[in-house]
């Protein structure tokens, strides 16, 4: 393949049909050099990459979008895929390559690159992998976009957003994981189709790791702005703790049972990542449940963990955490995940 295949390459033999088609018109002043350009670089090409990528493009997020795997063919066939798009879609150009010179100067890196689950395995599990495998990305990404942000979704996504703030030495509003976002997701339909309201009208968080200890946050679910457990309550609607606790394990089960069906999870997350991408590019400032530097927040201490909180973001990454209601047990909950994730990362002595 071309070393850096890009859809701005116009005209059979390279001819310069512009000039034939197109007429300056008269007097006109010299070209305005044109605004700078949002460019998102992703990185892995697989089912999650691939999916980021083209939710990215539907909703018009980037005007380039520079895609990095170690896999030459799959890149290629993966671009032309989506080039062929081109009529029905915004025009956004596309770069494909191995060599990481494409990503320069990226607004925003995401990373999906690495191993996945098989049927029935942990997320935790692919962490060595993995690791190996963000050596090799992280620094080059960093040094080519030293002002972008870094965005991580390979598993164990909470583990991994550590080692690429290490790895980078970016700061820490800069590198954050798509973390519970999903999960949050998962569980705000699961509680809408409960109700049978839309999923937009469900506040409600699922903090902590992006995995099997994550927590819930039922003190301080919302549908359409009523809180929902008080209501319950003045209502003397009687629930079940355990029911409760029935929907959130329904949620941690989630993607073990979609990897179970069809092999991989895809569509959710790429819906998850092009939504943080658009709060973080359009500097929405909206608040979302992602993987950030817990330390110190809701008392979690010990180290430099790295879970998910609700967190404030913008066009700076990171802007602040979100100081929302939490029980003693809800905050006990994720104290105990942190311990989790923290075991794993001192692991890696980086
Ligand atoms: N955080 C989240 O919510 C989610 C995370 N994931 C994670 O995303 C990751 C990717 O999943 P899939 O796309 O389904 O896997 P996949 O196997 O379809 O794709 C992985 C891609 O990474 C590429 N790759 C491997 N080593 C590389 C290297 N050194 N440099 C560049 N590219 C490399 C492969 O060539 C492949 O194209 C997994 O770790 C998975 O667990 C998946 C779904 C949700
Ligand atoms: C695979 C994964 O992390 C998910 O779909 O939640």
Redesign the pocket.
């Known amino acids: 393949m071309k070393k850096n295949a890009s859809s701005s390459s116009f005209g059979p033999g390279g001819l310069d049909l512009t000039s034939a088609f197109f007429k300056p018109i008269l007097n006109s002043d010299p070209p305005i050099p044109s605004n700078r350009c949002t460019k998102i670089s992703v990185v892995g090409v697989g089912n999650v990459g691939m999916a980021i990528a083209q939710t990215i493009l539907t909703q018009d997020l980037a005007d380039e979008i520079a895609l990095v795997d170690a896999n030459p063919d799959k890149l290629r066939g993966e671009m032309l895929d989506l080039q062929h798009a081109a009529a029905f879609l915004p025009r956004t150009r596309f770069t494909a390559s191995v060599d990481y010179n494409i990503t320069a100067g990226s607004d925003l890196c995401i990373v999906t690159a690495g191993a ?2 098989n049927p029935g395995e942990s ?1 935790l599990n692919l962490l060595q992998r993995n690791v190996a495998i963000f050596r090799q990305i992280i620094p080059p990404l960093a040094k080519l976009s030293p002002n972008s942000i870094l965005l991580i979704v390979s ?1 164990p996504v909470d583990v991994l957003t550590y080692v690429a703030w290490k790895l980078s030495g970016f700061p820490v509003n800069r590198v954050l994981g798509s973390g519970t976002n ?2 949050s997701s998962r569980f705000r339909f699961l509680i809408a189709d409960h109700l049978d309201v839309n999923a937009q009208d469900v506040q409600a968080f699922i903090v902590g790791e ?1 995995g099997d200890s994550s927590v819930a946050l039922w003190s301080s679910i919302s549908v359409g702005g009523i809180p929902l457990l008080s209501f319950l309550e003045k209502q003397q609607i009687a629930y079940e703790k355990q029911n409760l606790e029935d929907i959130h394990q329904t949620v941690v089960g ?2 073990y049972e ?2 179970k069906l069809k092999g991989y ?1 895809s569509w ?2 790429g819906y998850s990542v092009a939504n943080l991408a658009r709060t973080i590019l359009r500097d929405q400032r909206k608040i979302h449940p992602v993987t950030v530097l817990a330390r110190g927040f809701y008392g979690v201490e010990g180290g430099d963990v790295f879970l998910s909180l609700p967190a404030l973001l913008g066009r700076n990454g990171v802007v602040a955490v979100t100081n929302v209601h939490m029980t003693d047990e809800e905050a006990e909950k994720l104290q105990k995940s942190a311990k989790t994730i923290l075991e794993m990362q001192s692991q890696l002595g980086l």
Request: glycine letters at 0%.
């Open positions: 996945r689950q997320r598993n999903l999960d992006h989630s993607a979609v990897i999870t959710a997350i």
